[in-house]
T-cell receptor, first 116, second 113 residues
Framework: AQKVTQAQTEISVVEKEDVTLDCVYETRDTTYYLFWYKQPPSGELVFLIRRNSFDEQNEISGRYSWNFQKSTSSFNFTITASQVVDSAVYFCALSEAEDSNYQLIWGAGTKLIIKP | NAGVTQTPKFQVLKTGQSMTLQCAQDMNHEYMSWYRQDPGMGLRLIHYSVGAGITDQGEVPNGYNVSRSTTEDFPLRLLSAAPSQTSVYFC????????????FGPGTRLTVL
């Protein structure tokens, strides 16, 4: 069965600090996809990244970076030089490709508070 | 190109009432899904569809019905509302399946008294 764990319920940092949000997943499939979404206080869900299980290269997009480690079943998200606008709830999610249950399983989310 | 739209944005129901949450997408996506989001929890899948005429249950389907008569529309029906169905409901769509990027509607905040 697939499972996503985001152990950090809430993180609070001061602006300009770097912060890493952890995501640990469980799956029996060898082909799967991992996602990160952002939910700002306004409530909408914003897609950040999609990564398949065969691509272990780290990804960088501006101040955002993602570290995918199959050996530890983790897909962590780092924000460098955080800004107040980064305050949001961040969700990690997993979808298996080999069985056909067509379901995206979500972690409980990490609430990130950036203080000015 | 409106993406994924949901109506209404807010709704208050009394216990036992029924209603339909509307969801539409204009991206010609085959996969559509409904989630509920409760405080402190991630999203939980209610029902999904991989194409017109095909629907299936997700993790928490009880008390909800869906149908998919067209590619564009995927309404969610609450048969007899209960306070436990108070939640924020999100509709999403993606090209083919849950392994593709899902794009979300703005959500419907439902309160059942």
């Amino acid at each position: 069965a697939q499972k996503v764990t985001q152990a950090q319920t809430e993180i609070s940092v001061v602006e300009k600090e770097d912060v890493t949000l952890d995501c640990v997943y469980e799956t029996r499939d060898t082909t799967y996809y991992l996602f990160w979404y952002k939910q700002p206080p306004s409530g909408e869900l914003v897609f950040l990244i999609r990564r398949n299980s065969f691509d272990e290269q780290n990804e960088i997009s501006g101040r955002y970076s993602w570290n995918f480690q199959k050996s530890t079943s983790s897909f962590n998200f780092t924000i460098t030089a955080s800004q107040v606008v980064d305050s949001a709830v961040y969700f990690c999610a997993l979808s298996e490709a080999e069985d056909s249950n067509y379901q995206l399983i979500w972690g409980a989310g990490t609430k990130l508070i950036i203080k000015p | 190109n409106a993406g994924v739209t949901q109506t209404p944005k807010f709704q208050v129901l009394k216990t036992g009432q029924s209603m339909t949450l509307q969801c539409a997408q204009d991206m010609n996506h085959e996969y559509m899904s409904w989630y509920r989001q409760d405080p402190g929890m991630g999203l939980r899948l209610i029902h999904y569809s991989v194409g017109a005429g095909i629907t299936d249950q997700g993790e928490v389907p009880n008390g909800y019905n869906v149908s998919r008569s067209t590619t564009e529309d995927f309404p969610l029906r609450l048969l007899s509302a209960a306070p436990s169905q108070t939640s924020v409901y999100f509709c999403a769509s993606s090209t083919w399946s849950s392994t593709d990027t899902q794009y979300f509607g703005p959500g419907t905040r439902l309160t059942v008294l």
